[in-house]
């Protein structure tokens, strides 16, 4: 049995999901999930006993246990590979600041799972100098997008690997029974977290003009995993759910007809892959990320040339318009997502990686 550490953030649901993917699929590793802020570890089943809300402490640290942990840290991580005898760094994230210099001179296989705003819009001085240190460490580098491989060969000119994690055969399953029915309620969905980057309060306007004309005809649903960052308007939404769990969220976002997903700046979606294989039609921002990853299909995904509300209502009033040929496109999204989001091909890749690389 080798030993390997998950370095990521124990709370993001996105990197817990993939932890246990990891401990699930790689039965030759025993695995540790190891919080970058805290320097606590996990076990996967540790993790599978505790509601994801057991770990929200993490973001309510005082910024003195903040500052301080960022120094001590790393200590803990070089203590931890030093006792454990690990094989495998697995790093999620690749803007570590000084958790950096334990990895960089440790002889373990490191694998560097790059976050889009790690070589895209978050990819400047100081944590530039670091990610760059980390990814030239990397024995593998893994990306999501054709785009971001881009962005990483530029910044250490290796080839990174393809790989977008996949969705779950359950989950694809689910797709298919997902059909759209004809009620004349058409159900809107906005669930990235009310952060500037996501441009939440254009999607807000938006949906007030939306409403003025189709009032009840129109409902609208507003998720994020934390408190809004910005100011909102929440008498606009139809609900407002905050901190669900990853289940409850797909829950949700099977209830849809429309998604909006506009940031400013983005990797790649994991939102965008869910709402393709149930069948729900994405609404995107036209940004360099997504360029490239969809074919040219009017029913696939809508895209968003202008991030503004006026553009944003214009393009939903055409949707509705055509709701009833978008509903009935729903298996060309969820073909799409089988074809490409296949969680066996991923797993394929991961393996590999681990067993090769």
Known sequence: MKSAIFLGNI??????????????ELVGYDFLFFDKSTGLSFTGQEIRTRNFKDFSYVGKRTFASKLIDKFVVPFKLLSLMRKG???LVHVHGASLLLLVFPLYFSKVKLVTTCQGSDIGFGYRFPYSIFTKVLLRRSDVITVKSNQMAFQAKKIVNK???LLNWGLSVDFINRG???????????????MRSARPLYNIPIIFEAIKYLKCD??????????????????????????????????ECIDELAKAEIMISIPSHDGFSTTI???????????ISNIEAYSGE????????????DLSADSLEKVLREVIENIDA????????????????????????????YDHG
Do not use: H
């Open 294 to 305: 969809f074919e040219d299909s009017p029913y696939l995904v809508q895209r968003l040339d």
């Open 11 to 24: 709370s993001s649901p996105l990197a817990v999901n993939r932890f246990l993917i990891l401990v699930d």
């Open 326 to 353: 978008i509903r009935s496109a729903s298996g060309i999204r969820r073909r799409f997502a089988q074809e490409n989001y296949s969680y066996s091909s991923q797993v394929s890749i991961i393996k590999e990686i």
């Open 214 to 247: 189709f009032g009840e005809k129109v409902r609208f649903t507003f998720i994020s995993l934390c408190e809004p960052e910005v100011d909102l308007d929440l008498s606009v939404a139809d609900e407002v759910a905050l901190g669900l769990s990853q289940q």
């Open 159 to 161: 080839i990174p690997t």
């Open 85 to 87: 005898k690990i094989n």
């Open 176 to 190: 298919a029974k997902n059909a759209k029915d004809s009620s004349k309620v058409i159900r809107i969905v906005s």
């Open 273 to 283: 892959m869910e709402a393709l294989a149930l069948g729900v039609y994405p609404i």
